[in-house]
């Protein structure tokens, strides 16, 4: 068995696997990391290793303690991954961002593949049909814009997100709404009609805290797959232990 750990910038989450069935998974704040991660082990006492990609403030020295449990792999670049990094700094790629290509790259061989992981950020990932990694964009995601609306003016309410009435908003609320929900849509819509008059033959991961939420709303048909990190983080633990 094997935990997942993937740390972003708003939340942790967890999936216990086994082969490549998530047998649990968990979602949590970063000051429960250590209770959490106690009691997963608890549990689920056969867990031999424990892999954990994290863009966070949180370091492996963190995970030092359960060392004494099961084996930690705290992902890196130093890590084997199954694309080539065309990125022009590939030293400072985010660390889910290359577990996510991984993902996409060992889950859909020999064709062009889009990530787009709406999250804190909305990031989006492109894996050529020859397993060169691209690049993509890292653009705010939908709390955030919320937030940035209401942190950087004196009068922009700090709003939950809700469905906009129209695009047409005819209050300070719905003109908010509007502009982030309906933004959030059609920017990433034109980012996929973009990909989509570039390359022919592709595929389109979507997933992140945000990914139900727009699946049903883009004009482009996608499934969402929330787990897709979680799952792409085990992928890429197996990869690294057949190929280190
Ligand atoms: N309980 C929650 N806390 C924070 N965001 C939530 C919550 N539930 C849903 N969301 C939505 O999820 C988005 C954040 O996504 P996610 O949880 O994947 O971010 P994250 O944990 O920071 O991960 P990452 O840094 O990898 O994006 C927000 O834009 C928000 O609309
Ligand atoms: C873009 C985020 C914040 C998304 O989680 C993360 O991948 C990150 O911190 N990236 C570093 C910059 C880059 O990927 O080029
Ligand atoms: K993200």
Redesign the pocket.
């Known amino acids: 068995m094997v935990l997942t750990v993937?740390?972003?910038?708003?939340?942790?989450?967890a999936a216990v696997f086994e082969g490549s069935t998530v047998l649990e998974s968990f979602?949590f704040e970063k000051k429960e990391l250590e209770k959490k991660i106690k009691k997963i082990l608890k549990k689920f006492q056969n867990c031999s290793d424990l892999v954990v990609a994290s863009?966070?403030t949180i370091e492996k020295q963190s995970f030092l303690a359960f060392e004494k449990q099961l084996k930690l792999h705290f992902l890196s670049h130093e890590d084997v991954f199954p694309f080539v990094n065309k990125y022009a700094t590939p030293k400072t790629l985010g660390i889910?961002r290359m577990v996510l290509a991984a993902g996409a790259t060992l889950q859909y061989p020999n064709q062009n593949r889009l990530v787009i992981?709406?999250?804190?950020?909305i990031?989006y990932d492109f894996i050529d049909e020859n397993d060169q990694y691209l690049g993509g964009a890292i653009a705010p995601?939908?709390?955030?814009?919320?937030e940035s609306l209401h942190n950087f003016t004196a009068r922009l309410p700090l709003l939950d997100?809700e469905e906009p009435q129209s695009y047409i908003g005819n209050t300070t609320a719905q003109a908010i709404h509007s502009g982030v929900v309906n933004g959030f849509v059609y920017e990433i819509d034109g980012f996929i009609d973009e990909y989509r008059a570039n390359f022919s033959n592709f595929i389109i991961i979507l997933?992140?805290?945000?990914?139900d939420?727009l699946a049903k709303r883009l004009k482009n048909t996608i499934f969402a797959n929330?787990n897709f990190?979680l799952e792409s983080l085990n992928q890429t633990f197996q990869y690294k232990i057949n190929n280190d």
Request: include cysteine; proline fraction near 0%.
């Open positions: 993937d740390v972003g910038n708003t939340r942790i989450k979602v863009v966070g889910d992981d709406a999250g804190t950020c990031t995601g939908l709390r955030l814009r919320y997100l997933t992140g805290g945000d990914a939420f929330s990190l």
